[in-house]
């Protein structure tokens, strides 16, 4: 077996970067650990930037979503009983959000690049990368019947998320990392119900933060700000229907559930930005770059971006042998990536509640927030661009 390129992980990352680079010419092989059938059926994401959109489509990649995803131009806030709907479609020239959950998506990408004659290779962990400075990195793996194998690689995309393998053989990456602690848990939940209202929802509330995000018309996903030490097992179903009520409660609005949750995971909130991607020959892509909290569904737009620009330079590099892109894709990404983080940022400054200082202060002041978005257009204009990306 021979390959150019080798890329490891089958998410949304690796499967645009192998897809663009197929349709070129170039020699690809995919490396995914997981089934076939595990990677799409794994509900994650579901908010889709306009510009993530474009992007796809412009690589032909977006039927699907074009196809069955829905638009979305509006979402509701929720604070002190009372609710409002910011048209952010409205400010931003009708740059919507697509709402295609991310299985589908990656669903999509395996179907067209093995219609295409693209090589994936489910079940097949990728153990190490090796001789990074050579020039020629190579790829050891564990095939199908166990055994350990190697594959020399022109370069190697890193899509194999931030506990993957390849930032692990990223020499001094945690050195090149700045992250935040936000000191807050998150509870996500995947329930089988419909969507409570057509729109997203972000509630505040003195005991954290609620969030309802769209899916499917039969399937929502909710968040739950949490304690930090939270277990799992403090979240029974009972106890997370009753909190949802709660936090959701406004003079007059729909509330969730109950019904069936599909699954659910907590977690510390946390963010990372790794100021170098190149190692040699190998890139890092998507999460396996960065991490970004849920606050406003830039994760995997951020992953396609990356891998998108990405191909862009491989194919500059490989059709000239002109290198600059590569050399530029740190930047490139870490440009998109803080701008990105400043707004997730700001997203859980007005909506989450805080342990330091006086809580009932920053509680005040994203009231005051939020009433500023709801009288006055210029005041919601800003967060509606950033939000639409
Ligand atoms: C609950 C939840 C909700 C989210 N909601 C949103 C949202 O609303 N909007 C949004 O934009 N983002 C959201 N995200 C984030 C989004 O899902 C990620 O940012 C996105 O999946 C990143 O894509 P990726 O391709 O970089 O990595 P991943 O999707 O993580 O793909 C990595 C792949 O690599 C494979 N892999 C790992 N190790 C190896 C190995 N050693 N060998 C071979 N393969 C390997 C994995 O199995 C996986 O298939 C959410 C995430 C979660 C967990």
């Known amino acids: 077996m021979s390959a150019l390129v080798a890329v490891v992980g089958a998410g949304p990352s690796g ?7 197929h349709d070129a010419g170039v020699p690809t092989v995919v490396f995914e650990r997981a089934s076939r059938a595990h990677v799409e059926h794994r509900a994650r994401a579901g908010l ?5 959109v474009q992007t796809l489509r412009a690589h032909g990649l977006a039927d699907g979503l074009l196809r069955s995803g829905t638009t979305h131009d509006s979402c509701e806030f929720r604070f002190a009983g009372e609710r409002f709907t910011l048209d952010y479609g409205r400010f931003t020239g009708e740059r919507v959000h697509y709402v295609y959950p991310q299985q589908f998506l990656v669903r999509d990408l395996i179907d067209r690049l093995l219609r295409n004659g693209g090589k994936i290779l489910f079940d097949t962990p990728v153990t190490a990368i090796s001789e990074l400075g050579s020039g020629q990195p190579v790829v050891g793996f564990t095939d199908e019947t166990g055994t350990e194998r190697a594959l020399p690689a022109t370069f190697v995309a890193g899509c194999d998320g931030s506990l993957g393998v390849c930032r692990r053989m990223a020499p001094g990456v945690e050195q090149r990392t700045v992250t935040h602690d936000y000191r807050a848990g998150l509870l996500a939940v995947l329930s089988a119900t419909p969507p409570i209202t057509t729109d997203m929802v972000y509630a505040l509330h003195r005991d954290g933060c609620a969030i309802h995000a769209l899916r499917t018309p039969e399937t929502s996903r909710f968040y739950l700000q949490a304690d930090p030490g939270d277990d799992l097992t403090a979240w029974d179903d009972e106890r997370i229907w009753a909190e949802l009520r709660r936090r959701f409660a406004v003079a007059e609005g729909p509330l969730p559930g109950p019904g069936r949750i599909i699954e659910k995971n907590l977690f510390t909130m946390r963010s990372a930005v790794t100021e170098e ?15 970004i909290t849920p606050f406003g569904g830039k994760g995997m737009n951020l ?11 491989v ?5 000239t042998g002109d290198d600059r892109g590569l050399a530029g894709y740190s930047a490139e990404v870490n440009r998109r990536v803080w701008a990105t983080q400043e707004f997730s940022h700001s997203m859980i400054d007005l909506l989450c509640a805080t342990a330091g200082g006086d809580p009932e202060f920053h509680y005040r002041l994203q009231v005051a927030r939020l009433k500023k978005w709801h009288s006055s257009s210029a005041n919601a204009a800003g967060f509606a661009s950033e939000y639409a990306g």
């Not at 889709?48 to 993530?52: G, N, Q, V």
């Not at 991607?277 to 960065?290: E, I, P, Q, S």
């Open 15 to 21: 499967l645009v970067l192998a897809n663009i680079l």
């Open 48 to 52: 889709i930037e306009y510009r993530t």
């Open 277 to 291: 991607l190149r190692y040699g020959g190998m890139f890092l892509v998507g999460d396996a770059a960065h991490t």
């Open 303 to 313: 992953a396609i971006a990356d891998a998108a620009d990405l191909a862009r330079a």
């Open 315 to 319: 194919l500059l590099a490989m059709r």
